[in-house]
């Protein structure tokens, strides 16, 4: 596709349901990025797919959370048992190469997860 | 703290005004990057200054990135009521994801 695709644009889910947020990068882009971000908050890191390299996840804020991306392109964030504090816009971004490369990273519009 | 902190946290100015955002920064960097997101939503990118950069200009943008001091500067000129939004400005280390600090919302009135 032309850009970073995310889906559900929203999704309202009860306390202690898990949830999955998908993320198609675009084409050709080896690094893929999750962040979270609250209402009014900025961005905060979740976890970060370069390549075949193992995933940085050192911005999971707890083991409720994982991700894993298949073939090198489409990544899923699953959020088991949620929690009301899980409540944010969950964003995926894409780049062509890493970090440290200079590339520009292109976000998707996000995920706005609320749970009631 | 963040890596990357913006202040001021809010800006509201006069449409033709010049709207400057400041960002400081913790450790070393390979580049940074400011950001700009409407409604809570996707974030675009705007610019990019590397660190070996100075100064560096795209339209109605320019970027200052000061590495001794470990800060750098947005500014916009002539601002429109379509530049309301915020701002964010993100580091590069080239050891992990790109960090982003809280931002700057900026609003200007027609």
């Known amino acids: 596709g032309a850009g970073v695709s995310q889906s559900p644009s929203n999704k309202v889910t009860e306390k202690g349901k898990d949830v999955e947020l998908r993320c198609d990068p675009i084409?050709?882009?080896?690094?893929l990025y999750w962040y979270r971000q609250s209402l009014g908050q900025g961005l905060e890191f979740l976890i970060y797919?370069?390549?075949?390299?193992?995933?940085?996840k050192s911005g999971l804020p707890s083991d409720r959370f994982s991700a894993e991306r298949t073939g090198g392109s489409v990544s899923t964030l699953t959020i088991q048992r949620t929690q009301q504090e899980d409540s944010a816009v969950y964003l995926c971004?894409?780049?062509?190469?890493?970090?440290?490369?200079?590339?520009?990273?292109?976000f998707g519009e996000g995920s706005w997860l609320t749970v009631v | 703290s963040q890596q990357g902190e913006e202040d001021p946290q809010a800006l509201s100015i006069q449409e033709g005004e010049n709207a400057t955002m400041n960002c400081s920064y913790k450790?070393?960097?390979?580049?940074l990057q400011w950001y700009r997101q409407n409604s809570g939503r996707g974030l675009v990118h705007l610019i990019l200054?590397?660190?070996?950069?100075r100064e560096k200009h795209s339209g109605r943008l320019r970027v200052t990135l000061d590495t001794s001091k470990k800060s750098s500067s947005l500014l916009i000129t002539a601002s429109r009521a379509a530049d309301t939004a915020s701002y964010f400005c993100a580091t590069d280390t080239g050891r992990r994801a790109l960090t982003f600090g809280s931002g700057t919302r900026l609003q200007v009135q027609p």
């Open positions: 450790t070393s960097i390979n580049n």
């Open positions: 200054i590397r660190s070996n950069e």
């Open positions: 797919f370069q390549g075949n390299s193992a995933p940085d």
């Open positions: 971004a894409s780049s062509l190469e890493g970090q440290g490369t200079g590339n520009t990273i292109y």
């Open positions: 084409s050709g882009h080896t690094a």
